[in-house]
């Protein structure tokens, strides 16, 4: 049975558990690979799979025709599988760019470090749609820098672990290190070496998941390291009849509006106003849809074509405050764009002006990074300067939302 928590400042630091055993996720909308797997040999002499591409090397068996046009010639590509994420775009910005509502190469590698770079957004893309023409063996190496410090003088212990989900349709995880027990943000997609590589880091207590949209493959993570997950019950959606609801099994369900604790460091803050949990009644659903956004969807969309109107009575979504090196990891609550700060209203699934008023909470916070699931890291000098960038953010969007 998973454990509740409510009330204010609760602390979890000890709590101990032991996994169950919980079958594997429906992917039964996800994309087929466009090859067969491929092996290559990694540094001790073990293999690894290489679905597709990504979580390896490239291959150069792919077709032709799903090389978008866009890239520039040269050793690296991106396919037409994109989706969009933005993920390679900030993480090696000098080689990716975005052409008619996708990413593609603008300029190919020239150093070491660029290479590296692009190799790294290789293998964080969710879709696995980049590639290079010839495997290559650097990938290998490209592998042992995940989990990715951010920031080794700023923020130390502060890492990115990479290797994206399409499930969280490519949201960011990351790693937080802390005497305390470390902690996993959100979930990225399982790969074995990643795995092995945070386990050297000194494994994870924890995996805090802010929200429904970004859990991924939170199940096989917990299993793996042994690690409690944490998630808002507005935020654990009840099981429809025959539709299997993953994140109902999580350790810990936090209740109520918080906040809560993880130690003297950690501080979990309610932010609701991007996502709830649904109720249908009577229960009509059949299908076997995934959990993640593209499930999601096509769960609202049943019901939209059966005219059923789904019952809404919590509100989830949390963001971690970390206090020591004054981080917000925010989820899909906030986070940077190319065209500056943004709620994601597009994906919003309850209510704008609610989710607003969450953003007005931040105001009393101290901090100065944004580390987003989706969206790119904001840094500010101090907290006035934070402050006076959400001020201006919710003068204009409070304009265009009233209550």
């Not at 386990?199 to 390291?225: I, P, Q």
């Not at 906040?259 to 659903?285: F, N, Y």
Request: glycine share 6%; net charge neutral.
């Amino acid at each position: 049975m998973a454990l509740k928590l409510t009330g204010q400042a609760i602390n979890l630091t000890g709590l101990r558990y032991q996994p169950d055993l919980l079958p594997p996720s429906s992917s039964r909308f996800s994309k087929p690979p466009l090859t067969r797997p491929i092996k290559a040999i990694q540094s001790g002499g073990d293999e690894v799979a290489a679905a597709g591409a990504a979580s390896a090397v490239a291959t150069p068996t792919r077709a032709p025709s799903l090389r978008r046009p866009h890239n520039v010639d040269g050793e690296f590509f991106v396919d037409t599988r994109c989706i969009d994420c933005d993920t390679c775009r900030w993480m090696a910005p000098q080689i990716f760019t975005r052409v008619e509502g996708m990413s593609a190469v603008s300029k190919q590698p020239t150093s070491s470090e660029e290479r590296l770079n692009a190799l790294q957004a290789l293998l964080a893309c969710p879709t696995s749609s980049i590639h290079t023409e010839k495997p290559t063996r650097d990938v290998l190496e490209a592998q042992k820098t995940f989990p990715l410090p951010i920031d080794d003088k700023k923020i130390p212990g502060i890492y990115h672990c990479g290797y994206h989900s399409e499930k969280s349709y490519g949201a960011a995880s990351y790693l937080i290190i802390r005497p305390d027990g470390n902690i996993i943000v959100d979930s990225p997609r399982f790969t074995e070496k990643l795995a092995r590589n945070i386990e050297a880091l000194g494994g994870a207590n924890y995996m805090f998941l802010t929200h429904m949209d970004d859990v991924a493959d939170h199940e096989k993570w917990s299993k793996r390291l042994n690690c409690q997950r944490i998630l808002h019950s507005g935020d654990v959606p009840v099981h429809f009849h025959s539709v299997r609801v993953d994140t109902a099994d999580v350790e810990i369900k936090l209740e109520g509006n918080g906040p809560w604790s993880l130690g003297e460091d950690v501080e979990l803050i309610h932010v609701p106003g991007h996502t709830e949990d649904l109720v249908v009644s009577p229960p009509l659903i059949s299908a076997p849809y995934p959990v993640d956004m593209r499930g999601i969807l096509y769960y609202y969309l049943t019901l939209k074509l059966m005219n059923v109107t789904p019952v809404h009575n919590k509100q989830g979504s949390v963001c971690l405050f970390c206090k020591p090196h004054k981080i917000l990891f925010a989820g899909d609550h906030l986070g940077m764009t190319e065209f500056g700060l943004s709620i994601f209203e597009t994906y919003n699934r309850i209510s704008v002006p609610m989710q607003l008023d969450s953003v007005k909470k931040l105001l009393k916070l101290n901090f100065q990074w944004i580390l987003p699931g989706h969206g790119r890291r904001a840094e500010y000098k101090d907290s006035q300067e934070k402050d006076s960038a959400l001020e201006n953010f919710l003068q204009q969007k409070c304009s265009q939302y009233t209550t």
